[in-house]
């Protein structure tokens, strides 16, 4: 059964069945961080993620929010992003509420996340920067 909400008429769901590949491959491709990204890996992507979807009124796809987690202990979110027509009406908090109450995130203790532009809208969801940045380590693999 999926886990849903509305916030200001907009739908806020994790059904896997209402998310719209295209919609989502199409914002990506012109985001700064998965312009490159290929449509299949898109989907795979979507396919082993918990996903957030934020649909208008209509049923439009208007934004996404994706978790990579071993719902126990450590969770990366990642691909969060509204239409900017949709914008300023406080869908991205709203979705990051709805992950942050989901059911199958509850006990996770540790939350990562990476971002460019979007302090702000994170710290008001309790994200701070990292404690001890000298202990994070990252391997690239050209693509």
């Not at 200001?8 to 012109?30: K, Q, T, V």
């Not at 109450?101 to 996770?108: F, R, T």
């Amino acid at each position: 059964m999926p886990n849903e909400t509305t916030h200001a008429g907009y739908m806020i769901s994790d059904d896997p069945s209402r998310l719209d590949l295209d919609a989502i491959h199409a914002y990506l491709s012109r985001s700064y961080w998965a312009a490159t990204r290929p449509r299949d890996i898109v989907a795979r992507s979507l396919e082993n993620s918990l996903c957030t979807g934020i649909y208008a009124p209509t049923g439009e796809q208007v934004g996404l929010a994706r978790v990579i987690s071993d719902y126990a202990t450590f969770a990366y979110l990642c691909d969060v992003y509204v239409l900017e027509a949709h914008r300023s009406r406080g869908l991205a908090k709203a979705a990051m509420s709805f992950i942050e109450a989901h059911p199958s995130l509850k006990n996770v203790r540790y939350f990562h996340l990476l971002t460019k532009d979007a302090h702000s809208l994170y710290a008001h969801c309790g994200f701070a920067p990292l404690a001890q940045p000298e202990r994070h380590m990252e391997r690239r693999v050209a693509s």
